[in-house]
Nanobody, 131 residues
Framework: QVQLVESGGGSVQAGGSLRLSCAAS????????MAWFRQAPGKEREGVTA????????YYADSVKGRFFISRGNAANTAYLQMDNLKPEDTAMYYC????????????????????????WGQGTQVTVSS
């Protein structure tokens, strides 16, 4: 059974940085997508960024472009999210997700940030940004 475990959340002031990590045990799909989603209280879960674990291609929501950066580890089953210049509106629970059903290259830019495309999820890590 694939398990995703996130770490690195916390509380920071606006303008600060955090780095999230995602370890996906027993995830051996080297061409899949891994992604970060977030959900703030009272809001729907939204896709933040995704990476093709094979090619390294990355995708970002407009709200985080230029501030957030996704990367992969040496193994295809790890992903990181560097978050810089954090804003209060970035406050949310952040979830790591991974897909094993389709090669990432088959997904459109809209689909890679669609939570329906992912079949494995972590428990989430809280990020709180104060003004």
């Amino acid at each position: 059974q694939v398990q995703l475990v996130e770490s690195g959340g916390g509380s920071v002031q606006a303008g600060g940085s955090l780095r999230l990590s995602c370890a996906a045990s027993r995830y051996r799909y080297s061409s899949g997508c891994m992604a970060w989603f977030r959900q703030a209280p009272g809001k729907e879960r939204e896709g933040v960024t995704a990476i093709n674990t094979g090619s390294g291609s990355t995708y970002y929501a407009d709200s985080v472009k230029g501030r957030f950066f996704i990367s992969r580890g040496n193994a295809a089953n790890t992903a990181y999210l560097q978050m810089d210049n954090l804003k209060p509106e970035d406050t949310a629970m952040y979830y790591c997700a991974a897909d094993s059903r389709r090669p990432c290259r088959q997904l459109t830019e809209r689909e890679v940030l669609d939570n329906n495309e992912y079949n494995y999820w972590g428990q989430g890590t809280q990020v709180t940004v104060s003004s």
